[in-house]
C-alpha cells in the first residue's frame, strides 16, 4: 500500500488538458520532500518525465509540466496526444515510524479517448 | 549515452536466493547512485534500493532484512541478491541511476529495460 495516491486512471480527448494528482501526507509530500514523475509506456520500463516538481528533463516536450502544493503534487499534460497513453508515476522521500525510504505513487493510466 | 542492462535467472525456487546483475555501458558508475526497483505483474513501482559508487547503500525497510546490493567498480556492474523469495517476490527487476541532491531529493534518470524473475517450484 502506498503513501502516495493517484487516480486509477484519467482519460481524455486528443488536444485537450488532463492532471494526474499525487496525494500524500505530512511524512512525505507535506514535509517538504520534492516530487518527481515518470511515464511507462505499454510494455517498456518507465521514463523520467520531471523532475524536482517541475522540471522537465532534456528532450520531453513541454506540454507536460509538474507543481507541488501543501501534501499533493500534480502532473498536468496540455494538447494530449495518442502517443502519450501511458501509466505515470509519482515519486518522493517518506519518513515515518515504520522507516524512511524512496516511494512511489500508486500509478494513474491515461486513456486517450 | 548511458545505458543499463540486467542480466540473471528468469526463474527462482521458493526459499532460495534471487541474483541479479546490471550492467553500466556508455559511462562511469562513478559519482553516480545505483538503484533497483521491481514492478509485480499488473502492480505498480516499488523502490528496493541503491547503492552509491563507493559502496554505501540505503534499502527499503519492507525487504532490508532479505537485501544486499553491491557494486563492482572495474567492471563496472551493480548487483541484487533478495534471499529467501516466495511468490511475492515475482516481478519485473529494473536497474536504474539516480541521481540526488540530498539525502531526500532521489530521483532514477536512466532505466534499464527490465528483467522478469518468476519465483516457483
Known amino acids: 500500500q502506498s503513501v502516495l495516491t493517484q487516480p486509477p486512471s484519467v482519460s481524455g480527448a486528443p488536444g485537450q488538458r488532463v492532471t494526474i494528482s499525487c496525494t500524500g501526507s505530512?511524512?512525505?509530500?507535506?514535509?517538504?520532500?520534492?516530487v518527481h514523475w515518470y511515464q511507462q509506456l505499454p510494455g517498456t520500463a518507465p521514463k523520467l518525465l520531471i523532475y524536482g516538481n517541475s522540471n522537465r528533463p532534456s528532450g520531453v516536450p513541454d506540454r507536460f509540466s509538474g507543481s507541488k502544493s501543501g501534501t499533493s503534487a500534480s502532473l498536468a499534460i496540455t494538447g494530449l496526444q495518442a502517443e502519450d497513453e501511458a501509466d505515470y508515476y509519482c515519486?518522493?522521500?517518506?519518513?515515518?515510524?515504520?522507516?524512511?525510504?524512496?516511494?512511489f505513487g500508486t500509478g494513474t493510466k491515461v486513456t486517450v479517448l | 549515452q548511458v545505458q543499463l542492462q540486467e542480466s540473471g535467472p528468469g526463474l527462482v525456487k521458493p526459499s532460495e536466493t534471487l541474483s541479479l546483475t546490471c550492467t553500466v555501458s556508455?559511462?562511469?558508475?562513478?559519482?553516480?547512485?545505483w538503484s533497483w526497483i521491481r514492478q509485480p505483474p499488473g502492480k505498480g513501482l516499488e523502490w528496493i534500493g541503491y547503492i552509491y559508487y563507493s559502496g554505501s547503500t540505503n534499502y527499503n525497510p519492507s525487504l532490508k532484512s532479505r537485501v544486499t546490493i553491491s557494486v563492482d567498480t572495474s567492471k563496472n556492474q551493480f548487483s541484487l541478491k533478495l534471499s529467501s523469495v516466495t511468490a511475492a517476490d515475482t516481478a519485473v527487476y529494473y536497474c536504474a541511476r539516480g541521481v540526488s541532491v540530498d539525502y531526500y531529493y532521489y530521483y532514477m534518470d536512466v532505466w534499464g529495460k527490465g528483467t522478469t524473475v518468476t519465483v516457483s517450484s
Open positions: 556508455g559511462g562511469s558508475i562513478s559519482s553516480y547512485y
Open positions: 515519486q518522493s522521500y517518506d519518513s515515518s515510524l515504520s522507516g524512511s525510504f524512496y516511494v
Open positions: 505530512s511524512s512525505n509530500i507535506g514535509a517538504g520532500y520534492d
